[in-house]
């Protein structure tokens, strides 16, 4: 009897000593690694709010920096109209840029939000699993409890089989409820893998849309030093065109007070253009094509002139009155249409010969009498529409602007 207690003491206690060692063993290591992971995802956690946060400050001083150039840029200007356009184009272009901006900040700030989700989902799983280690600390203990009563058992010799089998029975349940417990342990650790690679996928994706806001970001550096180059262009543009407007209005009183005719007028029109109306009874003799020597000398004074601006073109335009041209006059200009265009012909010839002025800005257009400013029907209307016009024409890149607007950008 009591040959076959001491075997049975040492029989169970081997099996049980083994079986504590193998299940407990593996768990220790198990903990032990999902420790050092949840570790591993706080020092992630902290890196990437830093990186947010370090984003965010950036993003701020970028906008910043945007809305005051474009206060400085929402001013009214008078520029050319290639520049109005570009300045307008770029300008659209920022927009675009502010709008792809805003949608990429937003699909970071969901991006850090369902990032924060998984990493709280990440903390739950954690607690359940250290839940469970004191769930299988618990039953530790209990299985040793469980093991003094069986020596204890043993030792008294005197415990029946009846017990003995009720003790294996508990011994069994309990074995049972730790298998289950590392089993749970096991489905908390796979739910903590698939978490981790969610967390991973969501990082990539933010590191994706991080270099998306790098660019969106380079690209709105770039368009605001392109407006900011505009606009000075702008400003530079405006500066020469009003010093180009007080220089032609010191020459156009040097040139009244010089030529002191009322046949002789100066006036600036819209779109940048000047116009000197001159009467054709002081240049040319009536039906003649020929300058008379006083037309010579105004001309020669409205030369000096136009000399001022030799940016400009220089339109010539000659117009006559109503009456028909006849007797041998018909043969050298059958119709009015010759006179005019040959009077505006002869006028850009002197300002080429005699004032020296460039030919390639010279143009001349013949209207014959079908542009009067006066009736026809007395002499001295008459005399009012045979005129030479001379028309100072706007630069190509100075057309104004002062209606442009520019967008709105909320």
């Given at each position: ?25 593996a ?13 591993k ?57 502010n ?9 970071q ?64 349940h ?72 007080e ?23 819209r779109?940048?253009?000047t ?51 006849g ?25 080429q ?54 967008p709105h950008?909320?």
């Amino acid at each position: 009897m009591l040959t076959g207690a001491v075997i049975y003491r040492v029989t169970v206690g081997a099996l049980v000593a083994s079986t504590t060692m193998t299940g407990w063993t593996a768990y220790y290591f198990e903990v032990d690694a999902a420790r050092q992971h949840r570790q591993k995802s706080a020092v992630m956690e902290t890196q990437l709010t830093r990186q947010i946060t370090a984003l965010q400050r950036r993003y701020d001083t970028i906008a910043q920096a945007r809305d005051a150039r474009q206060k400085a840029a929402s001013e009214p200007d008078n520029a050319g109209s290639r520049t109005e356009t570009e300045l307008v184009t770029r300008l659209a272009e920022r927009d675009d840029l502010n709008s792809r901006l805003g949608t990429a900040r937003t699909e970071q700030t969901r991006i850090a939000e369902e990032l924060q989700a998984m990493l709280r989902e990440r903390d739950r799983l954690v607690a359940q699993l250290d839940s469970a280690k004191g769930a299988q600390s618990d039953l530790r203990a209990e299985l040793k409890a469980n093991k003094r009563r069986i020596s204890a058992a043993v030792a008294e010799l005197e415990g029946s089989q009846q017990q003995r089998a009720s003790l294996r029975k508990r011994q069994q349940h309990l074995r049972a409820r730790l298998d289950a417990a590392i089993e749970n342990q096991s489905e908390l650790r796979a739910r903590l893998q698939a978490t981790k690679e969610r967390i991973d996928a969501k990082q990539s994706e933010l590191r994706a849309a991080k270099q998306t806001l790098g660019k969106l970001q380079s690209d709105l550096t770039d368009a605001t030093g392109r407006i900011a180059r505009l606009t000075a262009a702008v400003a530079r543009a405006r500066q020469a065109r009003q010093q180009e407007i007080e220089r032609f209005e010191q020459l156009k009183s040097a040139l009244e007070n010089k030529l002191r005719s009322q046949e002789i007028t100066i006036e600036r029109l819209r779109n940048d253009r000047t116009l000197i109306r001159v009467g054709g009874d002081i240049l040319f003799n009536l039906g003649s094509a020929e300058l008379k020597p006083n037309g010579a000398e105004a001309l020669r004074l409205i030369a000096e002139a136009l000399n001022e601006f030799p940016g400009r073109q220089i339109s010539l335009e000659g117009h006559t009155d109503s009456l028909t041209i006849g007797g041998a006059l018909s043969e050298i200009y059958p119709s009015n249409w010759e006179l005019s265009a040959a009077r505006a012909a002869r006028a850009a010839r002197f300002l080429q010969t005699e004032a020296g002025i460039d030919p390639r800005r010279l143009r001349v257009v013949g209207y014959s009498e079908y542009r009067p400013v006066a009736s026809n029907d007395e002499p001295a209307q008459q005399a009012r529409n045979r005129r030479i016009e001379i028309m100072l024409l706007p630069r190509a890149n100075n057309v104004s602007v002062e209606q442009a607007e520019l967008p709105h950008t909320p």
